[in-house]
């Protein structure tokens, strides 16, 4: 075995069907006594259940949280936090809900207790994305991290099917670049490899019934393993690509990720075939690549990020930006490569099994150089 440092940073969790009961003993467990809400305007209605069970604890909302957590947004929420003269923040909702909360926490040294209402995993983590200017920056600070995590499935059940999938596959993601991960403990890999088969048997079944809790018991489940694997792991090229092409061109985050995700990682595979292995068991195929896309096309979600609203010409735009700060990644990035790579996924080409074969037979011959790189960064 590997020798290895693990590090886990925590939130308290509580997970199960109808935890939202729990919110007045969880919120006044951080100190909170006055408690400002957070969510997306499609979500104001949650906010109002939510509130209601804890009226002498609110001390007001702001509902207009918004993808990629945009700055000037962030400032308006802070503005009417302090105007509450709030001690604590309740988001409720997806990535965006909870990034407005991290963003807040972050400015104001807050308590933060996160209701997850999608699979995007942004509560387990202590990452924060933010956009300014069209340019969105990443940040780590263990302030971020919500120190409370309120799991609730019933929650989850009026997530579209849909929007349910891509947000499964954004979830995959994050477990998917952990299992080559250069600081991806053994415990890491557990949780990864668990996540990926949770959701890879759920998402199917919430397809075929949006309101299977037992699905969407493992599906949130699963969705908490993953965004646990990303908060305590490098990313790769998978992320770059997605964070690059939603801050630029603002693509919706979990369509975008649920597109790119099976090329990204037919270009990477070759390179760690290890964690190839563990992708193959968890999702129980030969080929990983092939059924992401599948999936992806089966929720009737877009395949192509022209469909998502990408321009062609952003191509160069994009490959540009990744190279102006590039990330580490197992297999080296080549300008020519990438922009193959942009340009399958920007057509919504289906990562072809016989060309990935013959690429790890090629990438094979070079397995050492690129593992000796890959232990170099
Ligand atoms: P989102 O939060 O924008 O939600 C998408 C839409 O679904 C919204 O309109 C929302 O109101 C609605 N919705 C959410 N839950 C619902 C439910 N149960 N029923 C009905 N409608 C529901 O999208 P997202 O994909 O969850 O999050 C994307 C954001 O999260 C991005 O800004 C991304 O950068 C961030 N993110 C951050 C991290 C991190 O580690 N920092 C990780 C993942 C995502």
């Given at each position: 075995?590997?020798?290895?440092?693990?590090?886990?940073?925590?939130?308290?969790?509580?997970?199960?069907?109808?935890?939202?009961?729990?919110?007045?003993?969880?919120?006044s467990r951080l100190g909170i006594r006055r408690a400002f809400f957070l969510s997306t305007a499609a979500?104001?209605?949650?906010?109002?259940?939510?509130?209601?069970?804890?009226?002498?604890?609110?001390?007001?909302?702001?509902?207009?949280?918004?993808?990629?957590?945009?700055?000037?947004?962030?400032?308006?929420?802070?503005?009417?936090?302090?105007?509450?003269?709030?001690?604590?923040?309740?988001?409720?909702?997806?990535?965006?809900?909870?990034?407005?909360?991290?963003?807040?926490?972050?400015?104001?040294?807050?308590?933060?207790?996160?209701?997850?209402?999608?699979?995007?995993?942004?509560?387990?983590?202590?990452?924060?994305?933010?956009?300014?200017?069209?340019?969105?920056?990443?940040?780590?600070?263990?302030?971020?991290?919500?120190?409370?995590?309120?799991?609730?499935?019933?929650?989850?059940?009026?997530?579209?099917?849909?929007?349910?999938?891509?947000?499964?596959?954004?979830?995959?993601?994050?477990?998917?670049?952990?299992?080559?991960?250069?600081?991806?403990?053994?415990?890491?890999?557990?949780?990864?490899?668990?996540?990926?088969?949770?959701?890879?048997?759920?998402?199917?079944?919430?397809?075929?019934?949006?309101?299977?809790?037992?699905?969407?018991?493992?599906?949130?489940?699963?969705?908490?393993?993953?965004?646990?694997?990303?908060?305590?792991?490098?990313?790769?090229?998978?992320?770059?690509?997605?964070?690059?092409?939603?801050?630029?061109?603002?693509?919706?985050?979990?369509?975008?990720?649920?597109?790119?995700?099976?090329?990204?990682?037919?270009?990477?595979?070759?390179?760690?075939?290890?964690?190839?292995?563990?992708?193959?068991?968890?999702?129980?195929?030969?080929?990983?690549?092939?059924?992401?896309?599948?999936?992806?096309?089966?929720?009737?979600?877009?395949?192509?990020?022209?469909?998502?609203?990408?321009?062609?010409?952003?191509?160069?735009?994009?490959?540009?930006?990744?190279?102006?700060?590039?990330?580490?990644?197992?297999?080296?990035?080549?300008?020519?490569?990438?922009?193959?790579?942009?340009?399958?996924?920007?057509?919504?080409?289906?990562?072809?099994?016989?060309?990935?074969?013959?690429?790890?037979?090629?990438?094979?011959?070079?397995?050492?150089?690129?593992?000796?790189?890959?232990?170099?960064?």
């Amino acid at each position: 075995m590997k020798p290895f440092i693990s590090d886990a940073p925590a939130s308290r969790v509580v997970f199960g069907v109808g935890t939202l009961s729990d919110l007045r003993f969880e919120v006044s467990r951080l100190g909170i006594r006055r408690a400002f809400f957070l969510s997306t305007a499609a979500q104001r209605d949650t906010i109002a259940i939510a509130r209601a069970s804890i009226s002498d604890l609110f001390a007001g909302d702001f509902a207009d949280a918004a993808m990629h957590t945009p700055v000037s947004v962030t400032n308006a929420a802070l503005a009417a936090m302090r105007e509450a003269n709030a001690d604590g923040l309740v988001s409720i909702g997806g990535g965006s809900a909870i990034g407005l909360g991290e963003a807040l926490a972050l400015r104001s040294g807050l308590p933060h207790l996160a209701v997850p209402t999608t699979y995007a995993g942004s509560e387990m983590t202590p990452i924060l994305g933010q956009t300014e200017d069209g340019v969105k920056t990443t940040m780590r600070d263990p302030v971020v991290q919500p120190a409370t995590v309120l799991y609730d499935v019933e929650l989850t059940l009026t997530l579209p099917p849909q929007m349910s999938g891509v947000s499964g596959l954004n979830a995959i993601a994050h477990a998917a670049e952990a299992l080559y991960a250069p600081d991806a403990d053994p415990i890491i890999l557990l949780m990864a490899v668990e996540g990926i088969r949770a959701l890879a048997g759920s998402l199917p079944l919430i397809g075929r019934d949006a309101e299977d809790v037992d699905a969407r018991s493992d599906a949130l489940y699963g969705a908490w393993l993953c965004a646990t694997c990303l908060g305590r792991t490098t990313v790769a090229l998978h992320h770059k690509l997605c964070h690059v092409l939603g801050g630029t061109f603002d693509l919706p985050h979990a369509e975008t990720h649920a597109a790119v995700l099976p090329q990204a990682y037919a270009y990477n595979a070759p390179a760690v075939p290890e964690a190839a292995a563990l992708l193959r068991k968890a999702l129980a195929t030969d080929r990983p690549a092939q059924l992401l896309f599948d999936m992806t096309a089966s929720f009737g979600a877009p395949t192509a990020l022209r469909d998502l609203g990408m321009p062609k010409d952003g191509i160069d735009r994009a490959v540009e930006l990744i190279f102006k700060n590039p990330h580490a990644n197992p297999r080296p990035l080549e300008p020519d490569a990438i922009r193959a790579l942009l340009e399958n996924i920007w057509t919504g080409q289906r990562p072809d099994a016989w060309r990935s074969r013959s690429m790890i037979l090629r990438v094979g011959a070079v397995a050492g150089r690129v593992s000796k790189f890959w232990e170099t960064i």
